[in-house]
């Protein structure tokens, strides 16, 4: 289905799903015979577990051989360790709905945001903000840098794929 559609999608996966042979050999199966990594973009949320389990490691550099791409998702709400992050080779960091939802008229959160902006910037990652509910917000994070965003201000989640 994803072959002949014109955009890219995003898988979420648990530490528990990477652990999995079958789960991991059922995604290799379609990457392997639907040619379609390079639409592919597996997002991870960021914790402890995904840092230091050997599996993940694995993962990735199977994926990135097809063309697929690797997302940390809900960056900024605990664990948000920056060393990880340069060792996964990872392609986006999906900021937390927690740290853009009041950026508009937050300081403190507009320098946090700034500052992991200006990080993954310098290391060729793009940056995707979470929770953009707004025309003020939506400004406020293209101001700051930050390259994609979702959030029912840019689009509501729908039944079906178009």
């Known amino acids: 289905y994803f072959k002949e559609k014109e955009y890219n999608f995003s898988i979420n996966l648990s530490i528990e799903d990477i652990q ?7 995604i290799l199966y379609f990457l392997n015979n639907y040619k379609i990594g390079y639409k592919v973009i597996f997002e991870l949320t960021e914790s402890e577990e995904i840092e230091q389990n050997e599996y993940v490691q694995k993962f990735i550099q199977e994926i990135k051989k097809h063309g697929s791409k690797i997302a940390i998702d809900d960056f900024g709400t605990g664990y948000s360790n920056f060393d990880y992050i340069l060792k996964m080779n990872i392609d986006f960091i999906k900021l937390d709905g927690t740290l853009i939802k009041n950026i508009d008229h937050d300081q403190n959160m507009q320098i946090i945001v700034e500052t992991i902006v200006s990080f993954t910037q310098k290391l060729n990652m793009q940056t995707i903000a979470e929770y953009v509910h707004s025309e003020n917000v939506l400004k406020k994070i293209k101001e700051i840098g930050i390259d994609y965003s979702q959030g029912f201000y840019v689009g509501k989640p729908l ?3 178009i």
């Open 20 to 26: 999995n042979t079958e789960t991991i050999n059922f």
């Open 159 to 161: 039944p079906h794929i």
